[in-house]
């Protein structure tokens, strides 16, 4: 079963907008990872963000996670041609002793 | 330079055989996981092991096995059970085997016909 869903499923923006990327859970958790996934490769950790942060910076990425929502966000500033991919988030299971991620939302970034 | 190797990119193999997957990582990490990603999904996980030795089943680990006799290796074996085992499959290592991040290999597209 999924732990996280992203929302949108796509995205569709211009080179130079920001993209907003949301993701929902279920259980508590006491981190909330983001991964980022060009096509056929493999994914690359983006940024980790602990339970009790609400806010977390890294370049042009804004994560926020409001745990009473049960949700978090994904903002990427200023975007670009280069930053399209997929984007997924990955909580941990109860147990802590793996990851579960969700569908992913596809973003494509047009020059 | 560090990191987790998958062989090959790209597999085919006939309906009815087994196939074993290669992951190597050079990271020292302790805990490593093996994921299923069909088109346009998520990953699921399949089995991980958190230790040398060691490993556990994840959600949909009907039809394949791993071992783990090195630290550094984690092969998975797509048996002839598998009943749809056209899929990318990743490779993953971690330091913290306790849910903290995880480093990606670069895949291997399996295609069984």
């Known amino acids: 079963s999924q732990q996280g869903e992203e929302d949108p499923q796509a995205l569709s923006i211009q080179e130079g907008e920001n993209a907003t990327m949301n993701c929902s859970y279920k259980t508590s958790i006491n981190n909330l990872q983001w991964y980022r996934q060009n096509s056929g490769r493999g994914l690359v950790h983006l940024i980790l963000?602990?339970?009790?942060?609400r806010e977390k910076h890294s370049g042009r990425l804004r994560v926020t996670l409001d745990t009473s929502k049960k949700s978090s966000s994904l903002l990427i500033t200023a975007s670009r041609a280069a930053d399209t991919a997929s984007y997924f988030c990955a909580t941990p299971n109860n147990a802590g002793n793996m990851l579960t991620f969700g569908g992913g939302t596809r973003l494509m970034v047009k020059p | 330079d560090g990191g987790i190797t998958q062989s090959p990119k790209y597999l085919f193999r006939k309906e009815g055989q087994n196939v074993t997957l290669s992951c190597e990582q050079n990271?020292?990490?302790?805990?490593m996981y093996w994921y299923r990603q069909d088109p346009g999904q998520g990953l699921r996980l399949i089995y991980y092991s958190q230790i040398v030795n060691d490993f556990q089943k994840g959600d949909i680990a009907e039809g394949y096995s791993v071992s783990r006799e090195k630290k550094e290796s984690f092969p998975l074996t797509v048996t002839s059970a598998q009943k749809n085992p056209t899929a990318f499959y990743l490779c993953?290592?971690?330091?913290?085997?306790?849910?903290?991040?995880?480093?990606f290999g670069p895949g291997t597209r399996l295609t069984v016909t």
């Open positions: 990271l020292n990490h302790d805990a």
């Open positions: 993953a290592s971690s330091i913290d085997p306790t849910g903290g991040e995880q480093y």
């Open positions: 963000i602990r339970s009790n942060e």
